[in-house]
Nanobody, 125 residues
Framework: QVQLVESGGGSVQAGGSLRLSCAASGDTYSNYCMGWFRQAPGKEREGVGTIPNTGNTTYADSVKGRFTISQDNAKNTLYLQMNSLKPEDTAMYYC???????????????????WGQGTQVTVSS
């Protein structure tokens, strides 16, 4: 079992920055994928970015160059640094966790078994 708790959401004006955190606990050892996802009202959940324990990040086209995923293994914490925020970034943001197959050098957005409760990000124009 893995428990995930997000924090750091809030309201910000367009062009501003926020950093989200995701504290992980439980069976987080060994090969894994972690991801950030978001869901805006009336829209489907979409992947924002992923990172495996090896550190090869991937990003959605809509956030490339603006968002950065990082992790602090000593603190078992995943981060999402969000810069140059736009109103269309407004959504509930979730972190998620799954085991990584040995063949995966990067992580897809599929198959995540554990999810946090989410943190709201609101960007005003």
């Amino acid at each position: 079992q893995v428990q995930l708790v997000e924090s750091g959401g809030g309201s910000v004006q367009a062009g501003g920055s926020l950093r989200l955190s995701c504290a992980a606990s439980g069976d987080t050892y060994s090969n894994y994928c972690m991801g950030w996802f978001r869901q805006a009202p009336g829209k489907e959940r979409e992947g924002v970015g992923t990172i495996p324990n090896t550190g090869n990040t991937t990003y959605a086209d809509s956030v490339k160059g603006r968002f950065t995923i990082s992790q602090d293994n000593a603190k078992n914490t995943l981060y999402l640094q969000m810069n140059s925020l736009k109103p269309e970034d407004t959504a509930m943001y979730y972190c998620a966790f799954r085991r990584r197959g040995w063949w995966e050098s990067t992580c897809s957005y599929m198959g995540y078994a554990y999810w946090g409760q989410g943190t709201q990000v609101t960007v005003s124009s």
